[in-house]
């Protein structure tokens, strides 16, 4: 067998069976047509070096294979966007509700480490997520099979004219931002009303609970947390900045201002259920209420940042308007 029926055979492996002998013949007869040119261009016969470098330049067999019968990805390349898109709200998810266990499991422990914690939340988090790319892979693959997925995952139906404007760079809501949103107002509403969800055995095992002072405050933070789902699924649906968008961000970073200004200025923000706790309460809490303090300036940040995009915006808009 010489080079050329060698490099031949190792592509045609790689190929589906039914396909092997036409692509082999195609492949050959390609090669066949490249020597005789240079028999042609230097009025010899093609040497063995000539072979060696033009099976080279074609490339690996298996690379060869490929272009001629391109693998089937599980997901297509249209229906990546909406497939990332998909596997991050749920991954994103599947961390929320990880480190929502982690942390309860935290809060009924006698004794704990650190290091120990954060390897059950990683190794926790490895073996759900496994589960959940697995799924929502298959379900992408099995609905692209079928015919069955809706216009907005493979953006059929889509209009030029129904693109929005967009001159700044930050208009475009990164999706990031919108699953970091959502996934901490989700964790937020979880860890408030917890006596909702958690089983009778888990919280008699609880060593800490929100303070009376904190829980009045919680109803309200409940309705704003609620509405701000409500703008984040909005934001994803339609991820770019507008002057209402603007506006309503503004609007709810406000009212998280005076909340968390509340709640650094309370007494105390956790309470002990009478159990031996493992953690300094007082210690804890003061770093809650430092963290609320914190967290509060930077939303006046992101105000006055929205602030000034609204005013961009504005501009521009009036500037449209006036004739040249």
């Known amino acids: 067998m010489n080079l050329l029926q060698k490099y031949i055979h190792a592509v045609k492996l790689e190929l589906p069976q039914a396909q092997r002998e036409d692509i082999g013949r195609e492949l050959q007869a390609n090669i066949l047509d ?12 093609a040497s063995q070096d000539d072979v060696v470098a033009v099976l080279e330049k074609h490339g690996h067999p298996a690379q060869v294979a490929a272009r001629y019968a391109p693998v089937i990805p599980l997901v297509s390349s249209e229906l990546m966007p909406a497939y990332k898109l998909v596997m991050s709200y749920a991954l994103g998810i599947t961390l929320l509700l990880q480190t929502l266990k982690s942390g309860t499991v935290f809060l009924a422990a006698t004794h704990y480490k650190v290091w120990q914690a954060l390897m059950q939340l990683l190794a926790g988090f490895i073996e759900q997520g496994a589960l959940v790319f697995t799924s929502v892979t298959l379900v992408f693959y099995l609905a692209a ?71 009045a405050y919680l109803p309200w933070m409940s309705l704003l947390l609620i509405a701000s ?15 209402l968008k603007l506006q309503l961000n503004i609007l709810q970073n406000s009212l998280y201002v005076i909340l968390f200004l509340i709640f650094s200025q309370l ?58």
């Open 34 to 45: 490249q020597l005789d040119a240079i028999h042609e261009q230097t009025g010899r016969e």
């Open 145 to 215: 099979k079928s015919g069955m997925l809706p216009n907005w995952a493979s953006n059929k139906g889509w209009r030029v004219q129904d693109l929005p404007e967009q001159e700044h760079d930050w208009q475009r809501i990164r999706g990031s931002d919108i699953i970091t949103d959502l996934s901490g107002c989700g964790f937020i509403l979880l860890l408030i009303w917890h006596k909702f969800w958690m089983s009778e055995a888990s919280l008699q095992q609880l060593r800490v609970d929100f303070s009376p002072a904190i829980t």
């Open 229 to 243: 789902v409500v703008f984040g699924i909005w934001c994803a649906s339609q991820p770019v900045w507008s002057k």
């Open 267 to 324: 007494d105390a923000l956790i309470v002990s259920t009478g159990t031996p706790t493992i953690v300094d309460l007082q210690g804890l809490g003061q770093g809650i209420q430092l963290g609320c303090l914190a967290y509060a300036l930077y939303l006046v940040y992101e105000c006055w940042r929205d602030a000034r995009r609204y005013r961009l915006l504005s501009q521009q808009q009036v500037g449209k308007k006036i004739p040249a």
